[in-house]
Nanobody
């Protein structure tokens, strides 16, 4: 079992930055690929970014490339999402997920993830 808790969400103006954190507890955090997904109001959950167990490999949605950066600290069982140049369309609930795989295969598919946090709200005002 892995428990995930997201934090760092909030209200920010367009062009601003936020840093989300996802703290994991339970077994073998470093054995999981970690991903961030988001669910805008009235829409389906969508892939944002993922990072392999080692942190050496990442995958980004086109909509966030160049603005968002994912990282992880396996010693602290935490994955981070640095979000810069935020836009109103980034407004969503952001979820952290754990995929029991070392590599990025399947990382864009929410159904592949075994564990999820409860989410943190990010609101970007124009």
């Amino acid at each position: 079992q892995v428990q995930l808790v997201e934090s760092g969400g909030g209200l920010v103006q367009a062009g601003g930055s936020l840093r989300l954190s996802c703290a994991a507890s339970g077994r073998a955090f470093s054995a999981y690929t970690m991903g961030w997904f988001r669910q805008p109001p009235g829409k389906e959950r969508e892939f944002v970014v993922a990072i392999s167990w080692s942190g050496d490999n990442t995958a980004y949605a086109d909509s966030v490339k160049g603005r968002f950066t994912i990282s992880r600290d396996n010693a602290k069982n935490t994955v981070y999402l640095q979000m810069n140049s935020l836009k109103p369309e980034d407004t969503a609930v952001y979820y952290c997920g754990a995929l029991p795989r070392l590599g990025l295969y399947g990382c864009t598919d929410a159904d592949e993830y075994y564990y999820w946090g409860k989410g943190t709200q990010v609101t970007v005002s124009s």
